[in-house]
């Protein structure tokens, strides 16, 4: 399969426990995207990545949310001190940098925090 | 901030009627793409649009982008359940992220 790879898929945690996600993107893409979505809704940008650089950070991205993609290839999602809003799917998707580029998205890690 | 609005939020319609999904925004964009979601799974794209009053086809699906560039539609005629799902629209600018609307749910029933 050489789809978006997003593990794990689902997250069971308490409230103040730390939370780290991985996204393993379609190999020759060079940009990779992290959005939140709720149910129901559409999903929400959270940042984005252009090979290893972290190009755009969303204002509704906590202090307690971080993310690397340290070689420019697979990048981690990190939460700490989980809370519970912030129960949702997050959703990783990656892109070749074209005009009008296409992204592909992993099936996501559902997180629900108790 | 660049918002897309989409309506209905919700749609419940018989197999076999036709349906049209609008994504509005008082911004312009460079782009306009439609995704369509199920349950667990991320979005897949269907089309994208870049041209002022551009029209595509796919299949039993019409796409249509505003003139102003602001605006789009999603019509689809004799629906199956096999539509049923999430359809998102999605606007690009030149910044490379994309920004979605809020989602119409469309439900299809036999």
């Known amino acids: 399969d050489t789809g978006v790879s997003q593990d794990p898929r689902h997250k069971i945690t308490k409230r103040g426990q730390n939370v780290t996600f991985r996204c393993d993107p379609i190999?020759?893409?060079?940009?990779l995207y992290w959005y939140r979505q709720t149910l129901g809704q559409g999903p929400e940008f959270l940042t984005y990545f252009q090979n290893e650089a972290q190009l755009e950070k969303s204002r509704l991205l906590s202090d307690r949310f971080s993310a690397e993609r340290p070689k420019g290839s697979f990048s981690t999602l990190e939460i700490q001190r989980t809370e519970q809003g912030d129960s949702a799917m997050y959703l990783c998707?990656?892109?070749?940098?074209?005009?009008?580029?296409?992204?592909?998205f992993g099936s996501g890690t559902q997180l629900s925090v108790l | 901030t660049q918002l897309l609005e989409q309506s209905p939020q919700f749609l419940s319609i018989q197999e076999g009627e036709n349906l049209t999904v609008y994504c509005n925004s008082s911004?312009?964009?460079?782009?306009l793409q439609w995704y369509r979601q199920e349950p667990g799974e991320g979005p897949v794209l269907l089309v994208t649009?870049?041209?002022?009053?551009e029209v595509k086809k796919l299949k039993r699906l019409t796409f249509q982008f505003g003139d102003a560039r602001k605006d789009s539609s999603l019509h689809i005629t004799a629906a199956q359940t096999g539509d049923t799902g999430l359809y998102l629209c999605?606007?690009?600018?030149?910044?490379?992220?994309?920004?979605f609307g809020q989602g119409t749910t469309l439900q299809v029933k036999p």
């Open positions: 190999s020759e893409h060079n940009r």
């Open positions: 999605a606007g690009g600018g030149n910044t490379g992220k994309l920004i």
């Open positions: 649009v870049v041209t002022g009053g």
């Open positions: 911004s312009v964009f460079s782009s």
């Open positions: 998707a990656s892109s070749l940098l074209r005009t009008n580029e296409k992204l592909f």
